[in-house]
């Protein structure tokens, strides 16, 4: 069998709609936490949720404080897929306060001998230069205020 | 009661889970994999009646819609296809496919094919950020997430809830290298110590390199048959006797306990149930899990019911599940040792299920197994497909 490889380039433009996550994206972006609530049941999201996921309820916006409590961390030196980091980085699921669930985020200056412990108190900081998706604002910084 | 219907195997075949670098297509080996089931079924391409393919993502193929194709390389053109996809879970939700269809009676013969070009058509960079969408693509993943990342975060959780150690998660890649090394179509089978992988490089907190599974080119595919369509064999024979899935929130965190993959949990009871499994700890011989991760073979073996939370590591560092232990878990070598080639995995987990549990394979070393579980997710067992199988007698 002949043996043939050869180099293909695949470039893809995308026109990406955030839809009815915009409001959630917007203020993320500056440092702000709009999650959702199920007037049902009371469960709290961040991100939101549109529909429960305990009952089905249609939710309702509400905003939180932003500040939360560092669940659990991972710190590496994996460049992440979107955006363009410096490594290393460290990874999080925080307890957002006033919320049910974990939100994923990034925290901002991690250092492997600075790296953020589960209980660290943390906060939004919004959108930190450019990102090629309003996600990329996904990201933390220690909470100065506690 | 009517009579069981549940599908018999009649035969399976493989290519190597590799990084191919010999200029041979996905095309090529889902042609190799296809007519080496066939054979081994005893069937010609045209007693099929129904071709499931599984295959994760068109952006690494480069084929959206690869059913007729892959009808066309198989000699089968004009059989009713649909490709099946669920991330790294694909071959497993394409075996429910297939049990589905003969089940309900719309098909007779089905073939399944799972294949995946991961590790040669693609750098592992876009790989990685292609693998990256397997979750919740626009929350999470956009924000940087990756499957490291994600279920590093999960087994840190279980580390913290209960007390499972990166000398535990060790072992797992110890067993499954070494496992791998007793299979053909292994990707890295090797020997390693504890220590071997405590300090091989970090990629991302508890997880190092060696306790990731790997990146891999590969096909698979296996022939179920409604038994009234089954041509009788001299030899023995298994059977899928159960089969369940479920899924998951998207998002790790909005889950309850995300260290628990609940997902494999409500679908192995699902798929217990039809197999009329009570005690799966007691009453499974062998099983193989998804191991994309070390941890994930522990959270797995708990999800599964095989071991209780918080013991499946202990029970690791005592040889539990090794190839001579009480359950062996992953003796192809798993994800870590035999590969991972996403669309194919559960299609392989099945092709060599079938072989252990009736003499067939050097994976087994003589062992007589007589009731399996096969275990394939995607996302972080975000979505999940669980299978019993059973030797028939």
Redesign the interface.
């Known amino acids: ?5 050869f180099p ?1 380039v ?1 470039a893809l433009n995308y026109h990406h709609a ?1 839809g009815e ?1 915009a409001p959630y994206f917007e203020a993320l972006e500056v440092g702000r936490a709009r999650a959702s609530k199920c007037p049902t049941c009371g469960d709290v ?1 961040m ?1 939101p ?1 549109p529909v429960c ?1 305990d009952d089905g309820t249609q939710t309702e916006a509400i905003d939180l404080s932003g500040a939360g409590q560092v ?13 363009d ?1 410096a490594t290393p ?1 460290s ?3 925080v307890a957002m306060d006033g919320a049910d ?6 925290m901002i200056d991690a250092h492997a001998d600075d ?1 953020v412990a ?1 209980g660290t108190r943390v906060r939004l900081a919004g959108a930190q230069g450019a990102s ?5 604002a ?1 990201v933390f910084k220690r909470d100065q205020d506690q | 009661m009517g009579a069981d219907i549940r599908p018999v195997v009649l035969g399976g075949g493989a290519v190597p889970f590799r990084r191919y670098k010999d200029g041979s297509h996905w095309r090529d080996w889902v042609r190799h994999a296809g007519r080496a089931a066939l054979q081994d079924a005893g069937l010609a391409p045209l007693d099929i009646d129904s071709l499931v393919v599984a295959n994760e993502t068109d952006f690494i193929s480069l084929q959206v819609n690869p059913g007729p194709v892959v009808a066309d390389e198989l000699g089968m053109s004009g059989v009713a296809t649909v490709r099946v996809e669920a991330g790294g879970g694909s071959g497993g939700a394409a075996l429910r496919t297939a049990f589905a269809q003969i089940m309900g009676g719309t098909a007779k013969r089905v073939l399944v094919v799972g294949f995946e070009a991961g590790a040669s058509h693609l750098s592992a960079k876009d790989v990685q950020l292609i693998y990256g969408l397997s979750f919740d693509a626009e929350i999470d993943g956009m924000a940087g997430a990756t499957a490291v990342s994600l279920y590093a975060l999960s087994i840190s959780m279980h580390m913290m809830a209960l007390g499972t150690t990166s000398a535990q998660m060790a072992a797992v890649s110890v067993k499954n290298h070494g496992h791998a090394k007793a299979n053909p179509n292994a990707h890295k089978p090797m020997d390693l110590s504890i220590d071997d992988v405590l300090t091989s490089p970090n990629v991302s907190t508890p997880y190092r390199r060696l306790d990731c599974s790997l990146i891999s080119d590969g096909a698979a595919a296996i022939v179920l048959a409604h038994p009234d369509h089954a041509p009788a064999s001299p030899t023995p024979r298994s059977r899928i006797v159960g089969s369940g899935a479920a899924t998951d929130h998207a998002r790790l965190g909005d889950r309850a306990e995300p260290h628990v993959f609940d997902a494999k949990a409500r679908a192995a009871r699902d798929a217990y149930a039809m197999a009329g499994i009570d005690d799966p700890a007691s009453e499974i011989n062998v099983a193989e899990i998804y191991d994309a991760f070390t941890g994930a073979e522990i959270q797995g073996l708990e999800a599964l019911g095989l071991a209780n939370p918080g013991w499946a590591g202990p029970a690791l560092l005592d040889g539990a599940y090794t190839a001579d232990g009480p359950l062996p878990v992953n003796l192809s070598g798993g994800l870590i040792g035999q590969g991972g080639a996403p669309g194919a995995v559960g299609v392989m987990q099945a092709v060599n299920m079938d072989r252990m549990l009736t003499g067939r394979s050097e994976m087994a070393s003589g062992r007589d197994f007589r009731l399996g579980v096969v275990d394939a997710h995607g996302g972080i067992c975000t979505s999940s497909a669980v299978h019993v199988m059973k030797r028939m007698d």
Do not use: I
């Open positions: 069998m002949t043996e043939q490889s293909l695949l955030t996550m999201r991100p949720r996921p669940a659990a961390v991972t710190h590496g030196d994996a460049v992440p897929p979107f955006g980091h980085q990874f999080v699921l669930n974990f939100m994923f985020g990034r790296a589960v090629p998706h309003p996600s990329g996904a």
